[in-house]
């Protein structure tokens, strides 16, 4: 079986996010995605899923390898505040960059991370593989 380019996966990957990050600003009432068109929201949930992704490659392994003792300390539950906390500074870099993506408090993006990550995990069983190489 042939897997797909790698580019192909992470377009694919970084939709995966977008809809992810959709399904939590619906069921989340502290995350808001304010914007005109529909060709604009989903310009936006693309360019967060962007944001998001860097945020998860770059500054989360840092902030793991601080937080080692507390994720020991909690059986790993610290990993859900790290969670929280990305997500948040993913609002606020999308600020930064004047995308209407508001992240509203830690509970709001506690919760819109849990979401992220069921809806993402969910949405890659459906991927094939070929198109979603990881």
């Given amino acids: 079986m ?15 996010v977008a809809a992810s990050l959709w399904v939590a600003t619906v069921l989340v009432s502290g995350l808001d ?33 601080i ?9 790993g539950l610290f990993g859900l505040v790290v969670n929280a906390l990305m997500f948040m500074l993913t609002g606020w870099l999308s600020g930064l960059l004047n995308l209407p993506f508001v992240v509203d408090g830690f509970w709001s993006a506690f919760w819109g991370a849990i979401i992220v990550a069921i809806v993402s995990f969910f949405l890659h069983l459906v991927i094939p593989d070929r198109y979603d190489a990881r």
């Fill in 2 to 16: 042939r897997t797909a380019s790698p580019a192909l996966a992470f377009v694919v990957r970084t939709l995966v």
């Fill in 33 to 65: 995605l304010t914007g005109g068109t529909t060709g604009t929201r989903v310009a936006t949930l693309v360019g967060v899923a962007l944001i998001f992704g860097v945020v998860n490659a770059v500054v989360k392994p840092f902030v793991a390898l």
């Fill in 67 to 75: 937080g080692c003792p507390l994720y020991v300390l909690t059986l």
